[in-house]
């Protein structure tokens, strides 16, 4: 719209015009506002195309078939190392609760008591921490080595006073 195309019209004032031509310019900058936007987006696409484009390129070249391999590869590796990672911890619950079991059956040494057991075995229940078959190697083991445990000793006495013999067959009170 152009303001020659509004004094054309009757009966519209000047101040009219002004107004009209004030508000429809408005109107015009609001969409020039809109319109760059739209231009900043579509330029922002174009060059997401042209890089999709590229990556698209870079895939006709790539081997297929040893991605396939690749990827089956690191998946049993990680298979394998969380195998080995339960085995281990399993391993480590195990001594674990053995030595436990050891320092509370009272072993002196908990390797020498250790290097008799029959490790193969016992079993480490889970449910409770215990292992399963040790009281039995325990007994043996106290049976015939019970040097290896504390046994129940009574309490010392401390006796005060008294006589004690003194070199040459005399006797002295402390």
Do not use: C
Not at 59 to 65: G, V, Y
Not at 86 to 115: I, M, P, S, Y
Not at 126 to 154: M, R, V
């Amino acid at each position: 719209m152009k303001r020659e195309d509004l004094e054309k019209i009757e009966g519209l004032s000047k101040e009219a015009i002004d107004k009209i031509m004030a508000l429809h310019g408005q109107d015009i900058e609001g969409h020039k506002t809109k319109l760059g936007a739209l231009q900043t987006e579509l330029d922002g696409v174009k060059t997401q195309l042209v890089e999709a484009g590229k990556q698209i390129e870079s895939f006709k070249s790539m081997d297929i078939e040893g991605v396939k391999k690749s990827a089956d590869e690191w998946k049993t590796k990680a298979e394998e190392a969380e195998r080995n990672a339960q085995t281990e911890l399993a391993k480590l619950k195990f001594d674990h609760a053995l030595d436990g079991a050891l320092t509370g059956a009272k072993a002196k040494n908990a390797k020498a008591v250790r290097a008799l057991l029959d490790t193969e075995l016992l079993k480490f229940n889970d449910a409770d921490g215990s292992i399963i078959g040790l009281e039995d190697q325990l007994k043996k083991i106290k049976e015939s080595n019970d040097f290896l445990f504390e046994g129940e000793k009574s309490d010392p006495k401390i006796v005060t006073g008294g006589i004690v013999p003194i070199l040459e067959g005399r006797l002295r009170w402390y």
